[in-house]
């Protein structure tokens, strides 16, 4: 099966940006272990970042038009994109919200995610093995 990881603003810089919250491994780690993991269950995983909220609706729409299962970490579009939302609530496969670090133990502004009610569950706050534990749930559900 083939399942997306899409990665929205910021995590591009990954190991660099806020190691406290987010780690020391490079987004080319995050991407490795997603193949890694991916490869273990069976899952054929591509993974894309970018920081651009209308690039990131079109990989949804393609998603939705190919019944592609997404494992998404919005990032910042989380706790505000209803362009986002909107193109999650159309997937026809099954949508894993992950985060990185646990949003509902951080800033107040963070406790929404306007993503989550069309997501089919969240993982958040596992460090990178949030991403492990979403394919996994996605392997899971696929089966
Ligand atoms: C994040 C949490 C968001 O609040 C933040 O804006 C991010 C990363 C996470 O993975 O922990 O960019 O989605």
Do not use: M
């Amino acid at each position: 099966t083939r399942v997306l990881v899409l990665n929205g603003p910021n995590l591009g810089r990954l190991g660099s940006r806020e190691p406290d919250v987010y780690g020391d491994t490079s987004y080319a780690g995050l991407v490795e272990r997603c193949g890694k993991v991916g490869a273990s269950l069976d899952l054929e995983v591509e993974v894309r970042q970018t920081d651009d909220e209308a690039e990131l609706v079109h990989w949804l729409h393609t998603a939705a038009d190919d019944a592609t299962p997404v494992v998404l970490n919005p990032a910042a579009f989380t706790h505000y994109s209803y362009a986002l939302r909107d193109a999650c609530a159309q997937l026809r496969a099954p949508l894993i919200e992950v985060h990185i670090s646990n949003p509902a133990a951080r800033e107040e502004f963070r406790h929404t995610s306007v993503v989550a009610g069309v997501a089919t569950g969240t993982i958040a706050g596992f460090g990178l093995a949030s991403y492990d534990l979403a394919l996994r749930a996605v392997a899971t559900l696929v089966a």
